[in-house]
């Protein structure tokens, strides 16, 4: 859980506020949310964590994104994913 902590705000450097806010602790674990495409095919936008669905699946990962790896059919939905993947990677 990360939260506010007065103390190590007052003595972080600038560059390390500017970085976390000030928050301390372990990061909360990623919460899953829903990907937003309406595809038929199934397994598609699925954690990556489970096993492939199929073989024309593809795994879609983006380093330093809020958004976990996730198997999407080649093609559109792996753009999409890709697309998701690096919004969520803004900070
Ligand atoms: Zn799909």
Known sequence: MREYNREARRTATQAQVAWNKGLTGEP???ETR???RDCVT????QLA???????HMVRV???GSREPARWYCAQ?????????AEIR???
């Open 49 to 55: 964590e489970l096993p492939q669905p199929a073989a």
């Open 61 to 63: 990962e983006e380093p």
């Open 28 to 30: 909360e674990a990623r």
């Open 76 to 84: 559109g939905c792996a753009g999409y994913g890709q697309a998701l």
């Open 34 to 36: 829903p990907v937003g």
């Open 42 to 45: 199934p397994g598609c936008g």
């Open 89 to 91: 990677a803004i900070p």
